[in-house]
Structures are given as C-alpha cells and as structure tokens.
C-alpha cells in the first residue's frame, strides 16, 4: 500500500470527491481521502491522504486555509456565489474604495457566521444542499470562525480582490454576502482559489495530469509527502533496546528508553534527559531503522512517552517484533 500525502491542484468542474475518485484510478489504491471540501467552481490546494495518511485527514482539516476571492457587490444569489439564481440586484454607487476597505477590515477577528444553505452540513441526517434543492430552506445555528486576516489585492468596483486567511469553517461565499450586506450592497463570490491548507501551498501543488505523469514514469515516491512531516512542530526521537518492542506493540516508553535528534544546542543530557524534554509536549518517535512509529505525549513527571496515535503498520515491522 502506499502511504503519504499529495498537494493536488483541484482544478475547476471537479468535486474533492471527484479528485479523490480519479486518484484512485491512477494510482490503483483504495484507500484515498481528502482534507476539506472545495465547491466545484472553486480551485486550489486540495491535501489528499493515501493509505496510512488517511489518519490524519481530519487533523489536517483542522489546519488554517488562505484563500484569494473575488468579491461582487450589488448582485445576491441563492448560492452566495456567481453560480446561483439572483434573488437580488442593488446599486453600488454608494460605495466608495475607502468605505469598502473599512467595512472589510471590520470582519477580521472572530465573528458569528451563519453556515449557507447550499453547503455540505447535515442537519437530522441530510446535507443542506439537498434541502436547497428540494426547494427548502430550514434554520442554521451561526458558529463563531475566526478571520485571521484580509489582505486586499485589488479594487475594481464593484469587484473587490482579497487574500482571506481563516479558521478552518470558514465559507468564503458567505463572508463575501455579508460584507455585501453590511455595504447595503449586497453581494456575491465571484471566484475563489485556496492558495494554502495548513502546511501545503499552491506553489507544490500539483494537477492531476501531473500526478498521472509520476505514476506512469514510476516516480510517484518523488512528489509523495511523508506522513510524519505533517507533524513538524513535533520532536523527533528514536526509541532504544528493549523498548523498541513495547513501542510496537502501542505501549507507553519510558524517557529513558528514547534518544532524542537534533538535541537543542547548550542542554546538558542526564540519563533521562530531563533537561531537555518538555512535558505535555507532543513527539515524533522511530525505531532504530527510521521507521515512524507514531506520535507520542511527554507525561507531566517526564518519565514517559505516551502513545497518542499509531501509524506504524504491521507489515513493516520485521517477523516476529509486533507480539
């Protein structure tokens, strides 16, 4: 099985869905899962997890993402987007770029947003979408996303360009209606690109004609991110003797059974290298050969790694280690 992350470039007119079912084929594995919706007519950074990595799908989810939008004032549609029926059309003569840019810097920080009809939440069972298209509207509880920041890129009303970095969430078409709202405008999204999903940027990112290329020329391992790397923030360290086999089989190491890498310069080891480990943190720990075992946290007394989450697989471990 093949384990690992790619950063795909979702191109315009597919679902995730849609990229995650044409991964499948090209790399003829099952076991593919993406890291976060993206409407069809959007583009962008899309995560996608194979094999293993699929573990971490909903941790990635929880990342921050930064988004470029357009945003069209006066025009209000059912979908909050260009895509959907115009229930509305206003002047936007009132608007002027400085009382645009005001309003907008209004929405960063935290604030209360009222998920979109057409969006994939269920409510009793089924997603909104459906209701939407049966024609029904029902009540959604407004939940507090947070908007890092909003860079604005470019005026041109009633277009207005903006770079949006937000808490995972977050729909951008909504923002766009409120901010139209709050304008006495209205408004709609005209266009949206994720241009990052936690660690992953649009720079990497790849399409799927690219990924197909890999695969047919055997060089997928040259564009597959590992898992472990989602996991930068994390120390690294490697587990000893005895203990390898306990780390096997998911129990807690003891401190004194792990070498940590890359030791922060000027701290002394002592035989449980207290001084350098950080309770309540989380590491990265391996076996002697490399092999990532899993993520682990530091108990409170720094005597022990406890196992918070296995990605070691069974098949890689040598015969006769995992009993």
Not at 212 to 236: C, M, T, Y
Not at 272 to 279: P, R, V
């Amino acid at each position: 099985m093949i384990n690992g992350i790619l950063n795909i470039y979702k191109e315009k007119g597919y679902t995730s869905h849609d990229v995650v079912a044409k991964l499948r084929k090209i790399i003829g594995q099952k076991k593919i899962g993406h890291t976060g919706t993206l409407d069809p007519d959007a583009e962008g950074v899309l995560p996608v997890c194979l094999g293993r990595a699929t573990k971490v799908c909903d941790m990635l989810t929880e990342r921050d993402k930064t988004y470029e939008a357009v945003l069209l004032l006066g025009k209000t549609t059912d979908t909050q987007d260009i895509s959907g029926t115009v229930l509305e059309e206003r002047a936007t003569d009132g608007v002027t770029e400085e009382k645009a840019e005001e309003c907008i810097r209004g929405f960063e920080g935290e604030y209360d947003q009222v998920p979109p009809m057409y969006s994939a939440l269920k409510v009793n069972g089924k997603k909104l979408y459906e209701l939407a298209r049966e024609g029904k509207t029902v009540e959604r509880k407004s939940r507090r996303v947070r908007i890092n920041g909003i860079r604005i890129l470019e005026i041109s009303l009633p277009r207005i360009r903006m770079e949006v970095s937000c808490s995972k969430g977050t729909y951008i078409r909504t923002l766009c209606q409120d901010i139209g709202e709050r304008l006495g405008t209205g408004g709609c999204m005209e266009s949206l690109l994720r241009t990052r999903s936690g660690r992953f940027g649009i720079e990497e990112s790849l399409r799927l004609d690219e990924v197909e290329k890999a695969v047919s020329e055997e060089k997928l391992d040259r564009i597959l991110i590992p898992l472990d790397s989602v996991f930068e923030g994390a120390l690294k360290g490697t587990v000893t003797g005895g203990h390898v086999q306990k780390a096997y089989n998911g129990n807690s190491v003891p401190a004194k059974g792990v070498t940590l890498l890359g030791t922060p310069e000027g701290i002394e080891k002592n035989d449980e290298m207290q001084g350098e480990l950080q309770s309540g943190r989380q590491y990265r720990l391996y076996d002697p050969e490399g092999r990532f075992i899993g993520i682990y946290r530091l108990s409170e007394d720094n005597r022990r790694f406890e196992l918070e989450k296995m990605f070691l697989d069974p098949e890689e471990v040598p015969s006769g280690r995992m009993n």
